[in-house]
């Protein structure tokens, strides 16, 4: 409220005194433990893919801007989807691919459709999606972790069919916790990924509800489709898909029932993806189906004004 008018604007919708620009660097300064991550497992080239990812969508965003006569806001939310671009990207991935990749999520999805508030889709997940179309090899070929003696080899991700454990289920997990084995640049380290998130968790950034509704449905998903369920968890980017893009203030639902449907549907599609297609991961095209339906859900879910009061017809 200000000088007695009602302030309307797009989303996010800020509350606790916290601007825009604020809470974009501080989910950058929590996307910095799983950046941390890859940059340890995978040495330089998780550097040159990160550096390259986020000066693209910041330099595309200034350039869309100043061609549409808009002025350009240094807020966060390209450098956002620059670093998650980068993080969800394998570690051999070519840089001019990086800018390929980075280019069409911030001038395509990001500011074809008016900018930030106005984006139907994520779009650092809607150019992962435009990258694995253009190169699905190059986007499913993975490199190990060198150790730093730079003799790195290719191989599976733990979801992929040809994966092959190379330890007892125990160590497998151990692995997956800490992020030694094989990936996107940032989705390895659970751990690091759940420390990021306690950071925007305490700092009440996101809501508890599409994370847990997420990945307690792929849990009962994959108990009932038989799998190993730690595994299913752990593995891919089910946990940093869950806490820091399904919760896209954006391109999620605003009402706490809507987010709860949204994450049951995420996890839904993601455990049928994971079993009944062709690609082992399900986290990126689960989060943007469910992104088309986002608008639908805040139609239908609506909080009920208090004291309202349903008209009765004439008879």
Known sequence: ???????ISHAPHIRRGFSTSKIMYMVVAALLFPTA??????????????????????????VIKKLRKKKFIMDGSAVITGLLLALILPPGMSLWMVVLGAFFSIAVVKEAFGGLGYNIFNPALAGRAFLSVCFPKEMT??????????DAV?????LSGSFVPQA???????????????GSLGETSAMLILIGAAFLFILRIIDWKIPAFYIGTVALGSLLMGKDVLFQVL??????????????????P???????????????????????????????????????FTPLIDKYVRVK???????????
Not at 154 to 158: D, Q, W
């Open 235 to 252: 593995a891919g980017g089910l946990m940093l898909g869950a806490f820091f893009m399904a919760t896209d203030y954006v391109t999620s």
């Open 254 to 292: 605003v009402t706490g029932n809507g987010r709860i449907i949204f994450g049951i549907g995420v996890g839904v599609l993601t455990v049928l993806i994971r079993n009944f297609s062709n690609m082992p991961e399900g986290v990126c095209f689960s989060i943007l189906i469910m992104n088309a």
């Open 37 to 62: 991550a890859g940059i340890y497992f995978f040495g330089y080239s998780a550097i040159y893919i990160i550096l390259t990812s986020i000066i693209t969508a910041v330099l595309t965003e200034f």
């Open 154 to 158: 290719t191989g599976a991700t733990p």
């Open 168 to 182: 007892d289920k125990l160590a497998s997990y151990k692995d997956l916790f800490f992020g030694n084995i094989g």
């Open 141 to 150: 070929t993975w490199v190990l972790p060198p150790y730093f003696n730079y």
């Open 305 to 315: 004004p208090f004291g309202f009061q349903k008209k009765k017809k004439n008879a």
């Open 1 to 7: 409220m200000e000088k007695g008018n009602i302030l």
